[in-house]
């Protein structure tokens, strides 16, 4: 197929190529184009035989018959402040209980959802992994078919789910572990994404901490811009994904998500590849740096800083132990040498985080050897890549369609100072006293960010491995 140069931000009146006896591409061929791509892509008619095509609320609902869930409670207003885990409340709910809050009903059937107005919240029930959440139903992780994308055995055990309300999203972050991809499974997701060189402009944080998830302090699709002016030169890349389709986001992409439809279902798959095991050093050294600094801070309210998604503050000792074991991960590679990587001083690259799921400690399933190396196709991609019909690239946004809002309901003028006075309260130590006209009070957080800075860590992490390679 010859390559096309498509530029388009939206896949509207896409054309639909329906083949019962064949996919446009092959296992093989997927794997050599996403070890080429360099920007996000949308994959279609991939997926039209997958089983888990049917799996909408209202069937989830029946399989899981009345198992709770955990669902991050948010509120539809609009703020230039990032609406981050750390401001939401948490329930834990049925989908049956989901569903009758979603059609509206006043029945009290619909449980914990009645303190939350459908009008002025969302719901997500986010990050479910799915060898957890369907552990009695082990028999439809096979329905989740990642072989077809080259990565045989890979399938629902090795997946996530993401169950949404309108306006239901995801803080703009990026992962430092390898590249991932999605599938639309039930109405509508707003994707906003940039490249890796725009990191700058993206303002990044570490607070509230989750391993392996860098945020950015910018509200993207709000932002402020006499706080944080470099946003202006980032380069929105957004598309709309409609179920059955696969979105490839390659590593590093800064992404917010954001669900258009009034229920939203997709299914995830984080992909590993090969230099995973030095962004581990980078993320162990992160969570050293950050719990000691907040964890000396008389300041610091722990439910303020750590994402619900971690179970709890780890100990230095425990935190130094990681250190050393992913610098021995590294060591212990067989093409593992000094300076072997000479552009490791941007991200580095890095399967993403064991989360905590719904606070029982559970961990997403680690990956086989031989899915991990995404970066060693079998075959080269010969010139181009092959977008047209069933390969769409994400295309870079207009510059005046940046700036939009999260939902059309009027923001609240009490409610957006409050949480734009939560965010920035951690800038001045509580003990700080004026010393003049002109006073300079570093807080920890500020502290933090600098010393946890991407391209710091990434050095750090050069150093460290340098220093053990010469032992």
Not at 127 to 133: C, G, V, W
Not at 337 to 350: E, M, Y
Not at 438 to 457: G, K, M, W, Y
Request: net charge negative; proline share 6%; glycine share 6%.
């Amino acid at each position: 197929m010859e390559g096309l140069d498509i530029r388009s931000a939206e896949l509207e009146g896409r054309p639909v190529i329906m083949s019962q006896d064949s996919k446009p591409f092959n296992p093989e061929e997927v794997r050599v184009i996403m070890a080429s791509l360099q920007q996000p892509a949308v994959f279609l008619n991939m997926v039209s035989d997958w089983p888990a095509l049917k799996w909408n609320v209202e069937y989830l609902s029946h399989v899981l018959n009345g198992k709770p869930l955990k669902f991050r409670i948010g509120e539809r207003k609009i703020t230039k402040v990032p609406q981050f885990e750390t401001h939401c409340g948490y329930v834990q709910a049925t989908l049956q209980e989901f569903l009758v809050w979603l059609h509206g009903e006043s029945d009290v059937s619909a449980g914990p959802f009645n303190s939350f107005p459908r009008s002025q919240y969302w719901a997500y029930a986010d990050y479910k992994y799915i060898a957890m959440t369907l552990e009695e139903k082990a028999e439809l992780f096979q329905e989740v078919i990642w072989s077809d994308f080259g990565f045989p055995g890979r399938d629902g055990r090795d997946s996530t789910l993401w169950i949404g309300s309108e306006a239901a999203n995801t803080p703009c972050h990026l992962d430092s572990y390898g590249c991932n991809l999605v599938l639309q499974v039930q109405g509508r997701k707003r994707w906003h994404l940039f490249p890796p060189e725009d990191t700058t402009y993206l303002y990044s944080t570490r607070i509230p901490y989750e391993e392996s998830s860098i945020f950015s302090s910018v509200n993207v699709v709000n932002p402020d811009l006499e706080r944080f002016p470099r946003f202006r030169a980032a380069r929105l890349h957004a598309v709309t994904l409609h179920p059955g389709e696969v979105l490839f986001v390659p590593r590093h992409w800064w992404h917010y998500v954001e669900s258009l439809d009034p229920v939203t279902v997709s299914i995830n798959s984080w992909i590993e590849l090969d230099d995973d095991d030095e962004a581990r050093v980078g993320e162990a050294l992160t969570r050293t740096v950050v719990c000691a600094l907040k964890s000396a801070d008389p300041c610091a309210d722990v439910a303020s800083w750590l994402n619900a998604t971690e179970a709890a503050v780890t100990s230095h000792e425990t935190n130094l132990h990681y250190v050393n074991l992913a610098v021995q991960a590294c060591l212990d590679k067989p093409n593992f040498v000094k300076g072997r990587n000479p552009s490791a001083r941007g991200l580095s690259s890095f399967s993403k985080k064991r989360k905590c799921d719904s606070g029982e400690g559970a961990e997403h399933s680690a990956t086989t050897d031989a899915v991990r190396n995404l970066a060693e196709p079998k075959s080269i991609l010969t010139t181009s890549i092959p977008f047209g019909p069933n390969l769409v690239p994400v295309g870079r946004e207009a510059a005046a369609a940046v700036q939009h809002r999260v939902s059309s309901i009027p923001g609240d003028n009490s409610l957006t100072n409050n949480l734009e006075a939560n965010h920035c309260s951690g800038r001045m130590d509580c003990n700080s006293k004026p010393t003049g006209v002109h006073r300079t009070a570093i807080s920890t957080d500020e502290l933090l960010n600098c010393l946890v800075h991407p391209d710091v860590i990434s050095l750090m992490t050069e150093i460290l491995l340098d220093r053990h390679c010469s032992h």
